[in-house]
């Protein structure tokens, strides 16, 4: 894209350099720490960081140019190309937008309450058995994520997979406007970030905003056909495939044998597919990758072989095994359905005796202590040799697992990840397992390396 198109779109001023230069937008960091030789760099501008600060550091590492939000000539250098805007996040999603309209390929936005990186995920590897896919790296699903996987469109990609995150009304329908999806997934609607979405028809309405971008003619919905909010959705005009277990579903799974580190499962009585995961919550994120399978040509061999191999994302329900003992690490985020999908994992989950680390599910507002005595109550009534709470709010599940009938000297409320990964290494025994859960603020997989970290 060549400077003055940029400037076009921006409505900036061209401080130094040349309007015809032609730059080339996946080049393009948002990170002075981590800028290489040849890249353009994009002040970010956030509550606890100016990136207009660093701008002379990376023209020193070797950036070629750079988008500033501070007007002046003290940025003029020579032989670079600086461009001054209002405001710099604005700046690269309009890029972003402009750049991804230029492409006529398949762009899928998958979004809901929970599974969204692990169908992301799902949905590239069977995808990629046939199509070059592009796909956000790790969980960049925000404001700034989903732009800068924007920018790495190239002609030589067939398709595009969004994940889009939300946690305040009205972000679905701006990222959706960046990517104008011409595919949407929506995993599931659960209690989630309800501190800034009121309730669950809160969640609804906002993860259903990115329907309204798909085209009436040729817009494709694939759904959570088990969901009791998803299930409502009936747009005219747009194609709607639903997945899950209920027999009504374009795609109805039936669960053959879940076990400790495999699930095998047959899709509408004729396709069985065998996943290298725990947790029959899975064969739900499984399940919308193999309704787009068909519609991409791809045919039960290699979509089978694709989920097969596929290898869990770092944080979710990702097994590691020390000193004999299984450490489920789910701690990469927590909310009351993805708890409730975490235990149910574990209940399948064949050890001695299993215990549950439970920390704070975060932004949940005025429902915070009704759904942490919830968990509590659940955890009491499941087969677990003890539980450790950890955070302010997560008292209440342990006082309320305690109401529930568990017993006193199995419980431990604990004020560090150190004093966690301590109690286990006294409690635990080879062939047991532990179910490691938390936000995403709780940082509990400083758990996991504080018991690496402990002598046997």
Not at 261 to 283: A, D, P, Q, S, W
């Given at each position: 894209?060549?400077?003055?198109?940029?400037?076009?779109?921006t409505?900036?001023?061209?401080?130094?350099?040349?309007?015809?230069t032609?730059?080339?937008?996946?080049?393009?960091?948002?990170?002075?720490?981590?800028?290489?030789?040849?890249q353009?760099?994009?002040?970010?501008?956030?509550?606890?960081?100016?990136?207009?600060?660093?701008?002379?550091?990376?023209?020193?590492?070797?950036a070629?140019?750079?988008?500033?939000?501070v007007?002046g000539?003290?940025?003029?250098?020579?032989?670079?190309?600086?461009?001054?805007?209002?405001?710099?996040?604005?700046?690269?999603?309009?890029?972003?937008?402009?750049?991804?309209?230029?492409?006529?390929?398949?762009?899928?936005?998958?979004?809901?309450t929970?599974?969204?990186?692990?169908?992301?995920?799902?949905?590239?590897?069977?995808?990629?058995?046939?199509?070059?896919?592009?796909?956000?790296?790790?969980?960049?699903?925000?404001?700034?994520?989903?732009p800068?996987?924007l920018?790495?469109?190239?002609?030589?990609?067939?398709?595009?997979?969004?994940?889009?995150?939300?946690?305040?009304?009205?972000?679905?329908?701006?990222?959706a406007?960046?990517?104008?999806?011409?595919?949407?997934?929506?995993?599931?609607?659960?209690?989630?970030?309800?501190?800034?979405?009121?309730?669950?028809e809160?969640?609804?309405?906002?993860?259903?905003?990115?329907?309204?971008?798909?085209?009436?003619?040729?817009?494709?919905?694939?759904?959570?056909?088990?969901?009791?909010?998803?299930?409502k959705?009936?747009?005219?005009?747009?194609?709607?495939?639903?997945?899950?277990?209920?027999?009504?579903?374009?795609?109805?799974?039936?669960?053959?044998?879940?076990?400790?580190?495999?699930?095998?499962?047959?899709?509408?009585?004729?396709?069985?597919?065998?996943?290298?995961?725990?947790?029959?919550?899975?064969?739900?994120?499984?399940?919308?990758?193999?309704?787009?399978?068909?519609?991409?040509?791809?045919?039960?061999?290699?979509?089978?072989?694709a989920?097969?191999?596929?290898?869990?994302?770092?944080?979710?329900?990702?097994?590691?095994?020390?000193?004999?003992?299984?450490?489920?690490?789910?701690?990469?985020?927590?909310?009351?359905?993805?708890?409730?999908?975490?235990?149910?994992?574990?209940?399948?989950?064949?050890?001695?005796?299993k215990?549950?680390?439970?920390?704070?599910?975060?932004?949940?507002?005025?429902?915070?202590?009704?759904f942490h005595?919830?968990?509590?109550?659940?955890?009491?009534?499941?087969d677990v040799?003890?539980?450790?709470?950890?955070?302010?709010?997560?008292?209440?599940?342990?006082?309320?697992?305690?109401?529930?009938?568990?017993?006193?000297?199995?419980?431990?409320?604990?004020?560090?990840h150190?004093?966690?990964?301590?109690?286990?290494?006294?409690t635990?025994?080879?062939?047991?397992?532990?179910?490691?859960?938390?936000?995403?603020?709780?940082?509990?997989?400083?758990?996991?390396?504080?018991?690496?970290?402990?002598?046997?």
């Amino acid at each position: 894209m060549r400077i003055k198109e940029i400037l076009k779109i921006t409505g900036g001023k061209l401080l130094s350099g040349s309007p015809d230069t032609d730059i080339d937008l996946s080049k393009i960091s948002t990170d002075s720490r981590t800028i290489k030789k040849g890249q353009i760099f994009i002040a970010l501008k956030g509550p606890n960081f100016d990136g207009n600060e660093f701008v002379e550091d990376v023209f020193r590492k070797g950036a070629v140019g750079a988008i500033v939000s501070v007007l002046g000539s003290r940025f003029s250098v020579l032989g670079k190309t600086i461009i001054s805007v209002e405001d710099t996040t604005k700046a690269m999603q309009d890029i972003a937008a402009c750049h991804r309209r230029k492409f006529k390929i398949p762009v899928i936005a998958v979004t809901g309450t929970n599974g969204k990186t692990t169908v992301k995920e799902m949905m590239a590897a069977v995808l990629s058995k046939k199509f070059n896919v592009l796909k956000n790296a790790g969980t960049e699903n925000n404001h700034i994520g989903v732009p800068q996987t924007l920018l790495k469109l190239k002609p030589s990609h067939d398709i595009c997979i969004l994940e889009l995150g939300t946690n305040h009304k009205g972000e679905i329908r701006s990222l959706a406007g960046i990517a104008r999806p011409t595919i949407a997934v929506i995993t599931n609607i659960g209690p989630s970030h309800l501190e800034f979405l009121s309730d669950l028809e809160g969640v609804y309405e906002e993860k259903k905003e990115v329907l309204e971008f798909l085209d009436v003619k040729t817009g494709l919905a694939v759904i959570n056909g088990d969901d009791k909010y998803l299930s409502k959705i009936k747009k005219e005009g747009i194609d709607i495939l639903r997945y899950g277990f209920k027999t009504s579903n374009d795609f109805c799974a039936r669960a053959l044998k879940p076990a400790k580190n495999n699930i095998i499962f047959v899709v509408n009585n004729k396709m069985v597919y065998e996943l290298n995961l725990c947790g029959t919550h899975n064969i739900y994120n499984a399940l919308a990758a193999i309704a787009l399978a068909g519609r991409f040509g791809i045919s039960y061999k290699p979509a089978r072989e694709a989920l097969f191999d596929y290898v869990p994302v770092k944080m979710r329900l990702d097994i590691n095994r020390l000193n004999g003992i299984d450490i489920i690490n789910d701690s990469y985020n927590s909310n009351p359905l993805s708890m409730d999908s975490a235990l149910e994992a574990l209940k399948y989950y064949p050890a001695k005796a299993k215990w549950v680390v439970s920390a704070d599910m975060l932004e949940l507002g005025r429902h915070s202590v009704r759904f942490h005595k919830l968990i509590g109550e659940r955890i009491a009534k499941a087969d677990v040799s003890g539980l450790l709470t950890f955070g302010a709010l997560s008292r209440h599940t342990s006082s309320q697992a305690m109401r529930s009938g568990m017993r006193r000297d199995r419980l431990w409320h604990c004020s560090s990840h150190d004093e966690i990964a301590d109690i286990l290494k006294k409690t635990a025994r080879p062939g047991d397992a532990v179910l490691l859960k938390g936000s995403r603020g709780m940082k509990m997989e400083n758990v996991l390396e504080k018991f690496k970290s402990l002598k046997v």
